[in-house]
């Protein structure tokens, strides 16, 4: 049966208090346990790394949903603003049992720039990053050439 929370770790608190919208999802995510046979998806490149091997603050993005093109992870997953230039796509496989927080992206600030639906996301909490296998890594074909994003600059601008 999932179950709802409504926050996010604040370490003042006495009690976890968790802020979803503050990690990127538009409303509170649901929480699942994997049945084992699910692949995730992780796009990243620039500052985002492939995984953060323990040094994540609270976790891990992922997607069900394998994206084509680097427009495609942008409009899915709204991560540019972030400084994910998703040069590149990971599959992985998730061990049975494993808390998955699965949600609708918050679009942020970039709608206007690539006019994006927001896709789902599946966050995954730090402490569960051993949970994965590791499947392949390839690179996701661009198709914004001469479109970089320098994190907390002018989001979306073109170096030509």
């Not at 230039?85 to 970039?110: A, H, S, Y």
Request: net charge positive; glycine share 8%.
């Amino acid at each position: 049966m999932p179950i709802n929370m409504t926050a996010y770790k604040d370490p003042k608190a006495k009690h976890p208090v968790y802020y979803w919208q503050a990690l990127g999802f538009l409303h509170c995510p649901t929480r699942e346990l994997a049945k084992g046979h699910e692949q995730l998806y992780r796009s990243w490149g620039g500052t985002s790394r492939e995984l953060s091997e323990g040094k994540a603050r609270d976790g891990q993005f992922f997607s069900f949903h394998k994206p084509r093109t680097r427009s495609e992870a942008e409009k899915l997953f709204s991560v540019m603003e972030y400084g994910n230039q998703m040069l590149w796509v990971t599959e992985f496989r998730v061990k049975p049992e494993t808390p998955l927080w699965i949600g609708q992206v918050d679009p942020g600030d970039n709608t206007k720039f690539v006019g994006n639906i927001p896709g789902s996301q599946v966050f995954l909490e730090r402490e569960m990053e051993n949970s994965l296998s590791r499947v392949r890594c390839d690179r996701i074909p661009n198709d914004m050439p001469g479109v970089w994003v320098i994190p907390n600059f002018d989001r979306g601008q073109r170096n030509d």
